[in-house]
């Protein structure tokens, strides 16, 4: 019995003494670190974001790249837990994720705390003051809102019927548009909520048609958009439908079939690489992403162009920050910090990106593309 | 609000009030049989509707994988269970029932996906219904006799899990079905599909069907006796451990059935599920957890105020259905006889 317990506390600090040495900061390489929501409700985000991560350089400047993925379910709680481990116990450089706004928000104030450099997978919002260490990877909405308003002003729309998600996605598209309704000259005539799980939306769609807008715009989400999409024109809706770019992915045209022709989505411009002029910044790496991605885990998203172009830009600014310092010390995330500011036109798959002190999105018209869908496959809408 | 939106209106929310019964009759007949409040009805309805959306795609759905998993889990259980008396005709009984049967099912999957609607419907069910017993055997029966928190407590713990393994089996993505059938007739304004008519058809049929059981034959009435007196029914002689997985089977074979109806009529996710089982639930509240016609009566009309409060108020409109609760329960605590439970 003694023999056998003596045994197992070799075991244990033999064990201990191995999590220790991992945990050193190695020299030559570069720890990356990612919390992702690839379970729970925004799976359908993290899963493509994780695959992403197999994809991406294994070397960048010289250093070897290590990369911790951990699963936040969603939570933000849990994201925060997944955060201080990362920084804490792994000693990433740099720390990606998450996956949706709540949890994000999350990880961008343990990074601030810790001084770390963040990529936000998630759009969020950024405190005043609490700018230096987060850089948001996806476009922020009102770039994608203006990109479709733009389109309905531009095509006569004057009344436009809503319907979103009962969620906070559906909020911030209200929002969107009440503020810039009057710039654009549209008017508000109808405003539904449905939530992702119902089995129909029959209801809000009888009382959109009733309310005849010239256009509808869909507030939604993944194949969820889908439904109301099917439900108008199987309702004998004729007026376009606008679609957000959390729409756009395969499974949507999968799901709405004919119904989807037509549509007029906004999107980034990792949907479409090919269909770009070759002068675009955004053509080489949205080309490379899909060309990586597709063969491997199939039919391409927006998502996966996230962590995609985090790398993109952390091979412009890991150059720049090893002038200054050695990773795994503060002066190296500093100087990374630095670096995201002061390097300029960094091209990736889903934008063009410039931070500043103060603009965290960093990006301009270039990370947004129209789309609509004919016989079955997305077009770019010149 | 003219007719015409009127008589929309009215048919959705019997078309979903169908479907909620379906899941209320399920919850019904487990509670009444077994005392566990099943929160992962909802999952074999996803199940059945995911099932039959990737057969007919033409692929093997996980539940074909699922099956002879948990099958084999069982197994080990009762060869446990039993380790002391086996005997050849246990072990061929077992050997049918939870190797043959599902490795069976596994191949013609394999060998039918994308074949037919009707090859896909009935295997569709097959699974699914199959995943029942074996559920039962491995979560529920361990704990038969204990309270019913204690079998709520497990309910929620294999809900969980099911849910997981259906992101895992089915992806995060959801999937949608082709109809039935594209039969369709105009009744005035309203176009009423052939969808639509196999929905009310498969709830009347499955009412005739549970009348049938428990009140004509033998295994329905010794399901019933178990309900009302557990060790009454082990006294005359009724095998109490075998009616725990008969009421699984057949709610589950209920379950896969509302999610081939319902697959071609919603885009279905892993865990969408739950919330359409909630209003199961909610109807099955409303009949007392005992009866079916006040269960499918109660259904209906929460598919109806659901379909009516999605025209008006469709911000609020989750919340007005679960707000029905209140009042229900309320009423039914104060007027209802309370049995008091063991707990």
């Known amino acids: 019995m003694k023999y056998k317990f003596s045994l197992l506390a070799a075991a244990c600090v033999a064990a201990l003494a191995v999590s220790n040495a991992s945990v050193k900061a190695e020299d030559g390489v570069l720890t990356v670190g990612a919390t992702l929501s690839t379970t729970g409700p925004a799976a359908a985000l993290g899963i493509p974001e994780k695959n992403a991560l197999t994809l991406v350089p294994t070397e960048i400047g010289g250093l070897k790249v290590k990369l911790i993925v951990l699963d936040d379910a969603g939570d933000p709680t849990q994201a925060t837990t997944n955060a201080k481990r990362l920084i804490n116990d792994d000693k990433v450089d740099v720390i990606l994720g998450s996956s949706t706004t709540p949890p994000t928000i999350a990880v961008s104030a343990v990074a601030f705390d810790a001084k770390v450099p963040h990529f936000g997978l998630g759009p969020m919002p950024i405190t005043a003051g609490k700018e230096r260490y987060t850089v948001v990877m996806p476009q922020p909405v009102p770039l994608m809102a203006a990109g479709l308003f733009d389109h309905m002003k531009k095509n006569n729309v004057k009344t436009v019927g809503m319907i979103g998600f009962s969620d906070s996605w559906g909020d911030l598209w209200l929002g969107q548009f009440k503020a810039a309704a009057d710039k654009y000259g549209l008017k508000l005539v109808a405003d539904e909520r449905y939530a992702r799980a119902d089995t129909s939306v029959t209801g809000q769609v009888l009382k959109l048609v009733a309310a005849k807008p010239d256009a509808v715009l869909v507030a939604a989400s993944g194949t969820g958009a889908a439904l109301p999409q099917a439900t108008l024109r199987e309702r004998g809706y004729k007026g376009p439908i606008y679609q957000t770019h959390g729409a756009v992915s395969q499974d949507f045209i999968r799901i709405a079939g004919k119904a989807a022709e037509g549509v007029i989505m906004a999107s980034g411009p990792d949907m479409l690489p090919e269909g770009q002029p070759d002068s675009a910044l955004t053509k080489a790496p949205g080309l490379a992403l899909v060309q990586a991605y597709e063969p491997k885990f199939g039919p391409r998203n927006q998502f996966a162009g996230h962590p995609w172009d985090a790398f993109e830009v952390l091979k412009r600014v890991i150059p720049v920050a090893l002038k200054k310092a050695k990773p795994g ?47 079955g496959k997305f077009e770019l809408i010149k | 609000m003219d007719l015409t939106i009127l008589l929309f209106l009215v048919q959705d929310g019997v078309t979903n009030g169908a479907i909620y019964a379906l899941l209320g009759f399920a919850l019904v007949l487990v509670f009444a049989v077994t005392r566990i409040i099943f929160i992962p009805q909802g999952e074999f309805v996803a199940y059945g509707a995911l099932t039959y959306a990737m057969l007919q795609a033409g692929h093997v759905p996980g539940t074909a994988y699922l099956l002879p998993i948990f099958a084999l889990i069982a197994l080990l259980f009762d060869l446990y269970a039993e380790r002391s008396r086996i005997t050849g005709g246990f072990l061929i009984r077992q050997g049918i029932e939870k190797i043959v049967v599902p490795l069976a099912l596994l191949f013609a999957a394999r060998e039918l996906a994308g074949v037919s609607t009707i090859a896909s419907l009935v295997l569709t069910v097959a699974i699914v219904s199959a995943l029942g017993p074996h559920l039962y055997r491995i979560a529920f029966q361990p704990l038969a006799d204990r309270s019913v928190l204690v079998l709520l407590i497990a309910a929620v713990g294999t809900h969980l899990a099911l849910t997981g393994l259906g992101l895992v089996f089915f992806g995060a993505e959801g999937l949608r079905a082709d109809a ?78 509302s999610g081939v109806l319902l697959a071609p009529m919603t885009t279905i996710y892993y865990d969408t599920g739950f919330v359409i089982g909630l209003k199961g639930f909610v109807a099955a509240i409303i009949g007392g957890l005992a009866s079916y016609p006040l269960t499918a009566a109660a259904a209906i009309t929460v598919g109806l105020i659901e379909s009516f409060s999605s025209f008006f108020a469709s911000d609020y409109k989750e919340v007005i259905v679960f707000t029905l609760l209140i009042p229900v329960l309320l009423v039914r605590s104060f007027t209802g006889k309370h049995t008091e439970d063991e707990d």
């Open chain 1, 329 to 375: 010390t503060p002066e190296f995330r500093e100087a990374i910090a630095d670096a995201l500011v002061t390097e300029k036109d960094i091209g990736a798959s889903q934008g063009v990106y410039n931070f500043t002190a103060t603009d965290r999105y960093g990006v301009d018209e270039r990370a947004r593309i129209m789309l609509t869908v004919k016989d």
């Open chain 2, 180 to 257: 039935l059938t594209d039969f369709s007739v105009d009744l005035g304004p309203l176009p009423v599909s052939g969808q639509n008519i196999a929905v009310y058809a498969a709830t009347l049929l499955l009412i005739a069907g549970l009348y049938w059981f428990f009140e004509r034959t033998v295994q329905g009435k010794a399901l019933r006796a178990t309900a009302v007196n557990r060790l009454g029914a082990r006294l005359v002689g009724i095998r109490t451990k075998g009616t725990g997985k008969v009421a699984l089977a057949l709610a589950a074979g209920i379950g896969a059935v």
